[in-house]
């Protein structure tokens, strides 16, 4: 496979998803062949899964339950979409993966990082992403941005108290740091322009002749 997969991921609000907008309005001008997708999600049946994860109504779902879910979402997405398109040679642009669940699951559900990644290590074959963009934001301004321009999209895990958030936040931290050589940290507090500039800069870096 000589496609490249980049992977997006952040706290709640961190505005990930504007910033994969900007990026492809770019790769359009430029006529790339590239795949946006997301997790979980991405085709019919982790769709369908991503529905059950994110319904607000079933606050009774079992916290090793929702990891498996993912994980379950995630071999399916990587099946049927990722693969094909790397195999196809595209620039495969995914919004969360297996970071988001040693951070969600692992720290805020607190069923530990380690387990959660083996978990997923199984589910995905090992499959790592050639780089990925982290937006960083403290979790009480993401929050209060999501309770001003989402409030038709709120989620069950938008609901979850600071606590749960400030602990995915603190792991997304620790994989950063631990990661250094894949994760790009990037300032999400700034206004969304500044933010769409430091990410492209970065991806010229780490692709050269992507906008050429």
Avoid at 117 to 126: D, K, R, S, Y
Avoid at 189 to 195: C, T, W
């Amino acid at each position: 496979m000589s496609g490249k997969f980049v992977t997006f991921e952040g706290p709640e609000g961190s505005g990930k998803t504007s910033v994969l907008k900007g990026i492809v309005s770019l790769l359009r001008k430029y006529n790339k062949e590239y795949l946006l997708t997301r997790e979980p999600g991405g085709n019919r049946i982790s769709e369908a899964i991503r529905d059950i994860i994110l319904d607000t109504e079933l606050v009774e779902m079992d916290a090793r339950t929702e990891a498996l879910l993912y994980a379950a979402a995630r071999r399916q997405h990587l099946i049927e979409s990722v693969l094909p398109a790397l195999r196809q040679e595209k620039l495969v642009l995914c919004d969360r993966y297996v970071d988001s669940s040693v951070a969600y699951q692992g720290a805020g559900r607190a069923l530990g990082e380690a387990e959660v990644l083996q978990m997923n290590l199984f589910a995905t074959e090992g499959l790592t992403p050639d780089f990925t963009f982290y937006f960083d934001l403290l979790p009480e301004i993401g929050l209060n941005r999501i309770k001003e321009h989402r409030q038709n999209e709120i989620n069950r895990l938008d609901k979850e108290s600071l606590d749960f958030h400030n602990k995915v936040h603190a792991a997304y931290l620790k994989l950063a740091q631990d990661n250094p050589e894949r994760i790009i940290v990037i300032d999400a507090s700034l206004p969304l322009e500044e933010v769409i500039e430091l990410t492209v800069n970065q991806m010229k870096i780490k692709l050269p002749d992507l906008f050429k």
